[in-house]
């Protein structure tokens, strides 16, 4: 089930580690993030390394349907009533210099970026995205309303956010890496202060961003509170037609459509990791029903991971970890959020203000429901007998029948039916 951006991309071809070394900046991780972050104070003459466990964009980056996009779902009138209308403006502006960003790397990057119109849809309630509208209206963004959309159900209604983009992420990645200070099969096993130890040798760094999609250090910063993971699913289909733009529901379990190249991609079937859910089943129900004509040429899933707040955690890893950052909790909207990521740490490591480093905090308030919710979820299955249990904090694992895999409900680690680790936070196989 690779994906297909994996179909077409090359090899990345970095070394692994092979020595002990220092530098003023290590990052750990090699998604699009870090190899953003790397980038970054490349340009900036700033000397670091970055460290893969295995090679870039094999993680959470290749599973991507690579919209690159200011609309985060009804987001901003949220951001509005929790946080005011400073840092929701905030928030709105990061994304919109993240797109620019983008757009102006990939003016010399051939990776099939194409802009187009945003939307974000509601099938039975108007008045939800008239009231996103009224705070799109507030911060001063131009969005507009449609009733109509070229999907094949109607829409109570839809936010459209002009000139916004998708491209083909793997292509980016690659091209952009080329000769940045990345070692591959390098995995951080233990960090020691500014030290990070490796099965090949040593990197000790001034400043260390960790950028490992959940964070791999659980003894700071409460992130297996604070987050919980979501697991969500596509279909590629032939022979199905152009929607000439990018489409998500505001529901959470409801589908996202984009076309690349000849194909159509669905995305949808979300739950929680660990717990049951529509997946391809769900898709392919859809597809059959309203394009019979078309084929499945592909088909993956992705994971993510989920703030309580909705918006990442960008900055200083916690109060007693000093010169340590993280990215982390792009809530499915992972590539304008690694660039922002990127610009916030980039500026930091190198003790500069940012202007939106505050609007993504990870200190912030902790207090909002879905941390009951999380803590509710590592009670029980830290109390349900089982025999395979989750080595980051020992809760039950549940067996995923349609991918074959252990999942773990509390903080979404996941394995092989043999063990092997495919997705942290977890840092181990399975023992037994």
Known sequence: MDSLWEQKSPDSGFESLDQDIKTDVLIIGGGMAGVLCA??????????????????GHGITKNTTAKITSQHGLIYGKLIRKFGTDKAEKYLKANDAALKKYRDLCQTIDCDFEEKEAYVYSLDDRQKIEKELAALEQLGFDAQFTDRLPLPFPVAGAVKYPR???????KFLFSLSKGLHIYEHTKVTELIGRTAVTSRGRITAKKIIIATHFPILNKHGGYFLK????????????????????YVDEAQNGM?????????LIGGGDHRTGKQGGNWQELRTFARQHYPNASEKYCWATQDCMTLDGVPYIGAY?????????????????????MVSAMILCDLVQEKQNPYAEAFSPSR????????????????NLLTPSAKRCPHLGCALKWNPYEHTWDCPCHGS????????????ATGDLTK
Request: charged letters at 15%; aromatic letters at 12%.
């Open 39 to 56: 980038y970054m104070l490349h340009q900036s003459g700033t000397p670091y390394v970055l460290a893969e466990a295995e090679t870039i």
């Open 164 to 170: 916004q983009a998708q491209f083909h992420p793997l």
């Open 227 to 246: 987050m919980y993971q979501h697991r969500s699913y596509v279909i590629a289909l032939e022979n199905a037609p152009n929607v000439h733009g990018m």
């Open 256 to 264: 996202s459509f984009r076309n690349f190249e000849n194909l159509l």
């Open 318 to 338: 916690s109060a007693g970890t000093p010169d340590l950052y993280v990215a982390t909790g792009f809530n499915k909207w992972g590539m304008t959020s690694s």
């Open 365 to 380: 308030t902790i207090l909002r429901p879905q941390l009951a919710v999380n803590a509710w979820e590592a009670v029980v």
């Open 414 to 425: 996941r394995f092989t039916k043999n063990g092997r680790l495919i997705d942290n936070p």
